[in-house]
């Protein structure tokens, strides 16, 4: 499965934490990143992480091209509620494209620890059948 972390500054050592206590799950998956919290989660852990550009310079979008082309499975994105971003409409793109793809994206702590549960039960194989079914 192909997940993507993604964290604003404010919600960066929350995803470190996660990213820590959900070590063993996470290894076992292609990780993906926006610059700046890859590199947080690669510094604080042994994950090994794809880090694109940093969210302000486009890195969303680069994951939302990945999940356009159906590419990515899971989305854990710790926003900041209470920060205006620079690159509000990049943002809210993203969360589009999940719901036009239906791909789980947690943006709070409680979810994604629901998200990676269900993961580690195996419980989202769905999402591996569905992308087959539409790379066929
Ligand atoms: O801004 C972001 C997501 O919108 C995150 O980008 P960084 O991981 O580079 O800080």
């Not at 995803?15 to 290894?27: D, G």
């Not at 940093?54 to 939302?64: A, K, T």
Request: hydrophobic share 45%; with cysteine.
């Amino acid at each position: 499965m192909k997940i993507a972390l993604i964290a604003h500054d404010r919600k960066k050592e929350e995803i470190v934490q996660l990213a820590m206590a959900y070590e063993s799950i996470l290894r076992e998956h292609e990780l993906y990143a926006t610059g700046t919290t890859g590199l947080r989660i690669m510094e604080a852990t042994s994950l090994q992480v794809t880090r694109f550009l940093s969210g302000p310079l486009g890195g969303d979008q680069q994951i939302g091209a990945m999940i356009a082309r159906n590419e990515m499975d899971l989305i854990i994105f710790l926003r900041d509620p209470l920060t205006a971003q620079p690159h509000e409409p990049d943002i809210i793109a993203l969360l589009r494209l999940c719901d036009v793809h239906k791909i789980p994206f947690a943006t709070n702590m409680g979810t994604a620890e629901v998200l990676l549960k269900a993961l580690e039960r195996g419980e989202l194989r769905w999402r591996e059948v569905v992308r087959k079914e539409e790379q066929a």
